[in-house]
């Protein structure tokens, strides 16, 4: 039997709303009700709702809309049927005096916004730990269940449900509040906000542990994400710093490894293949948040990236530029993977052996002392240096520490390389 056409149309119509939706309706619903857990039933009813009723009455002129307002109603019926304390009782007439008459195809959402944000900051309270938070961002605004996110994350699916479970707990056990922060708190809960989307799409771009070097599905949602930040905070500019950040970094995604699966570094990219849309639109939004006058960590770390991106040759790239701001980078970021990212500029810039000097310190400091791309670095510069035996020595060394397969394989083939000559 062949499909229904409109069915299929039904079915794209409802999983492109989730995309866009989930985390506005379970925002909205959290709001009003104060019950993660049921909110999150909602919003699931109502999308699975939207799938019979659109194909009968026809896909709405505003979906969230809609959704939001088939969610409320689904809490108000349970809410009334266990309104049997104070609490609750206070809950339904909340939800009642917000579900007044309306038509949905009308309703202006102007809240939504808001209850977006509040729920961004809810979900990266300091108060909970860094796991606890990326998983949350994941569950609420994402809307990914929770074998998706224990999948991601590499771990069992008991383990990620209790620590969705726990970080529930801890906000309404702590009180954590359902708000923006105000503004004496809104730098230092920005940052946080900020380190969290930013660990979101480092998983994906290189993921931790397993086979693939790049995880699409978490660097889509990432960046996803931080265009909701930036729409909902289009003044700040390390939020726009950070998705400049995102994108000109994906725009290489493609062309980072070959047909095998295979790493591919930066100066043997096609940079045919990369992303032109992806780096402009970077390019703009970095030279936005620059003119704002307030430098900082993701805006410099974009300029870097746009000094890659947009160099039209690897032999073209401003590598004395980059060392520069690698070297402002330490004013925000004092930390080794800074320095190092620094070395490499350095021996990029002006020779090897002044990027090995570099690295030396790095050694002796012992800060990276299990991190593999020091040694990987390390064996990088004495290769370009020709000191091939010494560079075997420090592949091997990083070898030793790295778990992802796609990086294990290319330092197992430049080891090689340096053990034939």
């Keep these: 039997m062949s499909e229904n056409p409109r069915a299929r149309d039904v079915e794209t119509a409802v999983a492109d709303a989730f995309r866009e939706e989930w985390g506005q309706v379970v925002a909205t619903l959290i709001r009003v009700t104060g019950d993660w857990d049921l909110a999150e039933e909602c919003a699931q009813d109502a999308f699975a709702q939207a799938l019979d009723r659109w194909r009968r009455d026809g896909v709405p002129r505003r979906p969230g809309a809609w959704l939001t307002t088939t969610a409320r109603h689904r809490a108000l019926d349970v809410l009334r049927r266990e309104a049997t304390g104070a609490r609750k009782l206070r809950e339904v007439a909340v939800l009642a005096r917000d579900d007044g008459p309306h038509d949905p195809e009308f309703e202006d959402g102007s809240e939504v916004g808001d209850d977006r944000l509040r729920l961004i900051f809810t979900c990266c309270h300091p108060a909970l730990p860094i796991e606890a938070r990326v998983a949350l961002t994941l569950r609420t605004l994402a809307g990914l269940t929770t074998p998706e996110i224990a999948r991601a994350f590499l771990v069992p699916e008991a383990t990620m449900a209790q620590r969705l479970v726990r970080a529930k707990r801890k906000i309404r056990n702590a009180g954590i509040p359902y708000r923006v922060p105000p503004a004496h708190l809104l730098p230092e809960r920005i940052t946080g906000v900020l380190g969290v989307l930013y660990l979101l799409f480092n998983e994906g771009y290189v993921a931790g542990a397993g086979d693939d070097l790049v995880r699409r599905d978490l660097c889509a949602e990432a960046i996803r994400l931080a265009r909701v930040l930036a729409r909902l905070m289009p003044d700040e500019p390390e939020v726009l710093g950070l998705l ?145 035996a010494e560079a075997a020595d420090a592949y091997a060394r990083a070898l030793e520490l790295v778990v992802n397969d796609a990086e294990r394989r290319f330092l197992t083939k430049r080891l090689a390389e340096c053990r034939s000559a």
């Design 244 to 388: 400049a950040l995102l994108l000109l970094h994906d725009a290489r995604r493609d062309t980072r490894v070959d047909a095998a699966g295979d790493l591919v570094t930066l100066e043997d990219q096609d940079r045919s293949a990369w992303d032109r849309a992806a780096v402009d639109e970077g390019a703009a939004l970095l030279e936005s948040a620059l003119r704002r006058g307030r430098p900082g960590a993701y805006q410099i770390q974009a300029a870097v990236a746009a000094c890659h991106t947009t160099a039209a040759t690897a032999e073209e790239t401003d590598w004395a530029d980059i060392a520069a701001l690698y070297g402002e980078m330490q004013r925000f970021v004092p930390s080794a993977v800074v320095r190092l990212n620094r070395a490499v500029a350095v021996g990029m810039a002006e020779g090897p052996e002044a990027g090995l000097a570099l690295v030396a310190e790095l050694e002796e400091q012992g800060e990276l002392a299990d991190y593999h791309l020091l040694p990987a670095t390390r064996a990088d510069l004495l290769r370009r240096a020709g000191r091939r």
